[in-house]
């Protein structure tokens, strides 16, 4: 079936009814070769194509309609500039339906906006743009006056030897652009290649790291600003309280003999613990001398057998 509705589609399928002495598969269907695009060629009109040669203003909504889009334009015979037709271009404007006539100009090589629309006038800057200004008519004109090409001539190499380095840099960048592509592809693959190993060592050491996302790799600025935050005393007298009380418990967890109920002896070993943790942070901070902390202790413990 699907080859069948291809066959169908290109205008290739043959029906059983058809015979050769009928003639071509558009007259035995009564349709012309081109189908839609012909339904006004009784008028002169066929539907093409039509590809904007310039930005211009739309005439109904004033948007703007780049060059290069495209429309479905009917395209008709409207003149002659000698032996070469003028041909004429309608179309609608998607914004707001707009019809746009544009029109040939074989006299100047031009597209000319006949209605519906304007043309977009862009100027630029010929120095920042590094072009030249080309003469004008009037100029073309006179230079064929070869008095008019005398009195000029002192001014135009003036300017030649002013523009030759920028063509001389322009043609040089055009040498070296094309002329080994080669060592351009080498050099574009080297640089890749090595983009894709750097991308693929910062994933694994993000990987290593149990993260799921890339980290890029870290500057000066960034150990600068690393160095420059300061940990707040609260943090600090905490994580030493922590440390202190880590330290000062017992490695050993046996029964203790003593006949304390559980309950007790818990509330005990927590204050001892707290008192020891404090001392022991004191003493990191030098508040307290090592001979108090001890008898502290001591006490501490003889308040506990009791």
Known sequence: MSSLAAARADNFYYPPEWEPNQGSLNKFHGQHALRERAR??????????????????????NSMIAKGVRFNAEKKQVGNYYSTKIWSFTM?????????????????????????????????DIEDAETFELPADEEKGKLADPFYRLEHQEEDLKK???????????????????????????TLRAQLRGQKKRVAQEENASKKRGLGIRLLPATEQDSATAKSVKCPAKFERNRKDKRALINSESIFSGVSSYSISDKRKQELESKRRKICATSASNLLAGRVKPSSWSQSSTKQKGTMRR
């Open 40 to 61: 006004k060629l009784d008028q002169g009109i066929l539907i093409i194509r039509f590809e904007m040669p310039f930005n211009i203003w739309c005439g109904g909504c």
């Open 92 to 124: 609608k404007s998607a914004c707001c339906k707009q019809e746009i006539v544009i029109q040939t100009d074989p006299k100047n090589c031009e597209y000319v906006i006949i209605s519906g629309a304007q043309k977009k006038t862009e100027d630029f």
């Open 160 to 186: 030649k030897k002013e523009a030759e380095p920028v063509i001389v840099r322009l043609q040089r960048q055009s040498d070296a652009r094309h002329s080994d592509d080669y060592s351009l592809n080498k």
